[in-house]
């Protein structure tokens, strides 16, 4: 579904700022794969995500989805086949629209625009039934304006409209990380939900590495800008904490510093 082939990305050429974000990077996944990626500060992990969905052209290498070279196309001819949900909240909703209008939006991304009425009843009554499902009092809320909406509620809000269409590849750059541990187990768990319900392939970054073990059938393990270990299935399952403390060391020869995944 996805194939990144020997990916490179340097930030600021030439000068005092200069920095190898990716480093040859070279990732694989089968249709139905769901990979965490953990790392390091400044490991490469959102870079390879914004690489992928077209935020920053690449230096060099090939990136196809599904068969499709998007290598080269522009950041919103790329927003019809993926789905994102980013680490602020207030990313990937319209805030001075209801919460019926950002789910419209979403419906009809890729769509050619009419003029018919914006939002019938039928689709009222889908919407009101995909918010049920999130358990967070939105389904009775639907003409209320998104930016009236706690953080959780709206990053709940956004994954479902990421969703709604069913895309090629589900990008989730720590999308829990900005809430509070109750509101960021029941986003969690809704992400697994429906990846797992929508059978989607899905690469989601993440500083916890529990959730990276718990979560997906494989994890990804980058540092400074190349990927320097990939489990899956099995293997991936019977990790510990530990394991992945003493993998990280044995393969870039340091010792594991990032504060908010230890404390994680």
Not at 106 to 119: E, F, M, S
Not at 168 to 182: F, G, R, S
């Given at each position: 579904m996805l194939s990144i082939s020997n990916v490179s990305k340097t930030f600021n050429i030439g000068t005092?700022?200069?920095k190898k974000a990716l480093q040859s990077i070279s990732l694989h996944l089968e249709p139905g794969d769901f990979v965490t990626i953990i790392g390091g500060n400044g490991a490469g992990k959102s870079t390879m995500l914004n690489m992928i969905a077209g935020v920053y052209p690449i230096d060099s290498g090939l990136i196809?989805?599904?068969g499709t070279n998007i290598s080269r196309l522009p950041e919103h001819a790329r927003a019809k086949y993926l789905g994102r949900v980013f680490q602020d909240p207030m990313r990937g909703t319209a805030a001075d629209m209801e919460i019926q209008e950002n789910l419209a939006l979403?419906?009809?991304?890729?769509?050619?625009?009419?003029?018919?009425?914006?939002?019938s009843k039928e689709e009222k009554l889908q919407y009101k039934k995909l918010l049920t499902r999130l358990d967070l009092g939105l389904e009775d809320r639907l003409s209320s304006k998104v930016g009236l909406l706690?953080?959780?509620q709206r990053q709940a809000l956004t994954l479902l409209m990421a969703?709604?269409?069913?895309?090629?590849?589900?990008?989730?750059?720590?999308?829990?990380?900005?809430?509070?541990?109750?509101?960021?187990?029941?986003v969690l768990d809704l992400t697994e939900e429906i990846v797992n319900e929508n059978k989607l392939t899905a690469l989601m970054v993440t500083h916890n590495m529990k959730d990276a073990i718990r979560?997906?059938?494989r994890l990804v393990m980058m540092h400074e800008g190349k990927i320097i270990y990939d489990v899956r299935d099995e293997e991936k399952m019977n990790l510990e904490v530990n394991d992945l403390m003493k993998k990280f060391?044995?393969?870039?020869?340091?010792?594991?510093a990032n504060d908010r995944m230890l404390l994680s």
């Open positions: 005092i700022n200069e196809q989805l599904d979403a419906l009809r991304r890729g769509n050619a625009r009419g003029l018919g009425w914006g939002i706690s953080g959780g969703t709604l269409k069913k895309p090629k590849l589900l990008l989730l750059d720590e999308h829990t990380a900005a809430l509070d541990p109750k509101t960021a187990k029941k979560l997906g059938n060391e044995q393969a870039s020869g340091g010792e594991f």
